[in-house]
């Protein structure tokens, strides 16, 4: 129980009808989720105003409401707070709520539109190894030290974070990394949290359906930036046009890296297999179990942050050399007969065109590659085609199939990428609905040596259609082809 008027301290702007000093044992934002004594935060979000459920919010036991439209009748007995923005202060109260935990470890957020879930996984695997307790919210899941839990955002909602940080402190982590998603930033999910790092790894077009154009996707990454403290530092990818951009209003400090120019911390590939690279890391080499040169980029963020949090780079490097992939993420199958599947998130005409670069630089003339792909309903409609276009222009064979077609028909979202294939390549696809049926078809066309790229899931153990998560995980459904295969 914490009084209502601890819970409003620091936050400018407001303006209070009622007593401060009220007791409050809870926060909500869903009026279902209040009981006795909480502060309801009436928030807009994308579908619904959270105004017109205050009446239900005080019927549940409300005690305070924190609101930027107050109602024409208002209860006396509770407590009316007048924001200008709601969203913002949800995350702020609830820091105050649960005793500022952000400020109790190190935070270090990860941004960008490729490879923020493997740049902060490694982060909290090495170091963890380095012998740190630490926290972790990503798109695969969440850690609490060696505990873990799903993930159902790639950033959860403001109380949430502040809970399971209140969480992670209590639990001796000094160390938290996190995704940090477009979205949250325009929402405010990270409103309270103080940072003290942020990383950009590149910009490319996603989620236009939610943010329109691609000015407003990297103005909301910018934004994040913009409110870095000045003793934080930023690590931007020096070879990304947009890596300036996102530090350009920036108080921290500064700090960049490259595979291509100069730059503070210098990657550079000396030899590439699927089984590793090994990389010159500001003049030190190193082997890895990583693929790729999207790969190098995500270790040499991953090096220079660990760098600029104080631990030492040689340490740094050993442990790195002992780093394995993060689930979904390039993840290798070799088949009984000896070709190979590989599953990925990739699910950016980018990153597809990275994870398919990587497997073209590395495979032999003779061995053939088929890629699986599909497109996400409900969601950026721009990309379709050009997925569909990156895969049959790096492909032998592409089918084309089902993804997490959500409320709309996979076929039509099959169709939309289709119309990305050129005409003289209309040969070299397929197109499959059932996903599972499309993957089963490019193990029986490929032969020894051939690579099966399966992309667009990685690490996802659902297919979501019309509103329902049926099981379904990519890498279930390799194993149970491989296995079949040695039984015949």
Same mark, same amino acid.
């Not at 046009?241 to 490259?258: L, P």
């Given at each position: ?9 620091g936050?400018?702007?407001?303006e209070v009808s009622?007593n401060?000093e009220t007791g ?7 009026s279902?989720?209040v009981?006795?004594?909480?502060l ?7 579908h619904?105003d959270?105004?017109?459920?205050i009446?239900?919010?005080?019927e549940?036991?409300?005690?305070a409401v ?8 208002r209860?006396?007995?509770i407590?009316w707070?007048?924001s ?6 949800l ?5 105050n ?5 952000s ?7 990860v941004t960008?539109t ?13 170091f963890?190894?380095?012998g ?7 798109t ?7 505990k873990k839990s799903?993930?159902?955002?790639t950033t959860p909602d403001?109380?949430?974070i ?7 402190a ?10 940090i ?6 929402q405010?999910?990270?409103a ?5 790092g ?7 077009h ?13 103005n ?6 913009d ?7 930023s ?7 947009n890596g ?5 209003n920036c108080?921290s400090?500064?700090y960049?890296?490259?595979a291509r ?6 990657v550079k ?6 089984d590793g ?17 999207f790969?190098?980029?995500?270790l040499?963020?991953?090096y ?15 442990v790195?050399?002992l780093?394995?992939?993060v ?8 088949s009984?007969?000896g070709?190979?599947a590989?599953v ?6 980018d990153?597809?065109?990275n994870?398919?670069?990587t497997i ?6 003779d061995?053939?590659?088929y890629?699986? %792909?599909?497109?996400?309903g @409900? ?5 379709r $085609? #050009?997925?569909a276009?990156?895969?049959?222009? /790096?492909?032998?064979? %592409?089918?084309?199939?089902s @993804? ?5 028909? $996979? #076929? ?6 289709? /119309?990305g294939?050129?005409?003289g ?8 609905t ?7 078809t ?10 099966i790229?399966?992309a ?5 153990d ?12 990519d890498r279930?459904i390799?194993?149970e082809?491989?296995n079949?295969?040695t039984?015949?």
């Amino acid at each position: 129980m914490r009084k209502l008027v601890d819970l409003l301290s620091g936050i400018a702007g407001l303006e209070v009808s009622g007593n401060l000093e009220t007791g409050i044992s809870g926060i909500a934002f869903d009026s279902r989720k209040v009981q006795k004594g909480t502060l309801f935060v009436a928030t807009a979000g994308t579908h619904t105003d959270g105004h017109q459920y205050i009446p239900l919010a005080i019927e549940n036991g409300a005690v305070a409401v924190l609101c930027s439209i107050l109602p024409v009748k208002r209860d006396s007995s509770i407590t009316w707070i007048l924001s200008p923005d709601t969203l913002a202060d949800l995350g702020k109260v609830a820091a105050n709520f649960y005793g500022h935990p952000s400020l109790k470890m190190k935070v270090i957020g990860v941004t960008g539109t490729n490879g923020k879930t493997t740049t902060a996984t490694l982060l909290y695997r090495l170091f963890t190894e380095m012998g740190h307790a630490c926290g972790l919210f990503s798109t695969v899941c969440n850690y609490i030290g060696d505990k873990k839990s799903a993930a159902t955002h790639t950033t959860p909602d403001a109380l949430q974070i502040q809970s399971v940080m209140a969480d992670m402190a209590e639990a001796g982590c000094t160390y938290c990394f996190m995704e940090i998603s477009s979205h949250a930033i325009d929402q405010q999910r990270i409103a309270g949290i103080s940072f003290d790092g942020g990383i950009f790894s590149n910009l490319t077009h996603d989620h236009l359906d939610y943010h329109k154009t691609f000015i407003e996707y990297r103005n909301a990454k910018k934004r994040f930036f913009d409110q870095l403290p000045a003793g934080a530092f930023s690590l931007t990818n020096a070879d990304d046009k947009n890596g300036a951009v996102m530090v350009q209003n920036c108080k921290s400090r500064k700090y960049t890296y490259s595979a291509r120019t100069m730059a503070d911390f210098k990657v550079k590939v000396i030899e590439s297999h699927f089984d590793g690279m090994l990389l010159n890391v500001n003049g030190k080499e190193f082997w890895n179990h990583f693929a790729g040169n999207f790969n190098a980029y995500n270790l040499v963020a991953v090096y220079g942050a660990a760098v600029l949090l104080g631990a030492d780079s040689d340490e740094v490097l050993r442990v790195m050399s002992l780093l394995k992939p993060v689930d979904g993420r390039f993840e290798i199958f070799r088949s009984p007969v000896g070709y190979f599947a590989v599953v990925d998130y990739a699910h950016t005409p980018d990153a597809l065109r990275n994870v398919l670069s990587t497997i073209n630089e590395t495979r032999t003339t003779d061995q053939k590659v088929y890629c699986v %792909v599909g497109a996400g309903g @409900d969601r950026d409609k721009t990309k379709r $085609p #050009e997925m569909a276009a990156e895969a049959v222009q /790096a492909s032998d064979r %592409v089918i084309l199939t089902s @993804d997490n077609p959500r409320s709309e028909e $996979p #076929e039509q979202i099959i169709a939309d990428m289709m /119309a990305g294939v050129p005409a003289g390549m209309l040969s070299r696809v397929l197109a499959i609905t059932n996903r599972k049926e499309a993957i089963r078809t490019a193990c029986m066309m490929a032969h020894e040596g051939d690579i099966i790229l399966i992309a667009g899931k990685g690490h996802e153990d659902y297919q979501e259609i019309k509103g329902v998560k049926h099981h379904f995980d990519d890498r279930e459904i390799v194993r149970e082809i491989f296995n079949a295969s040695t039984l015949n």
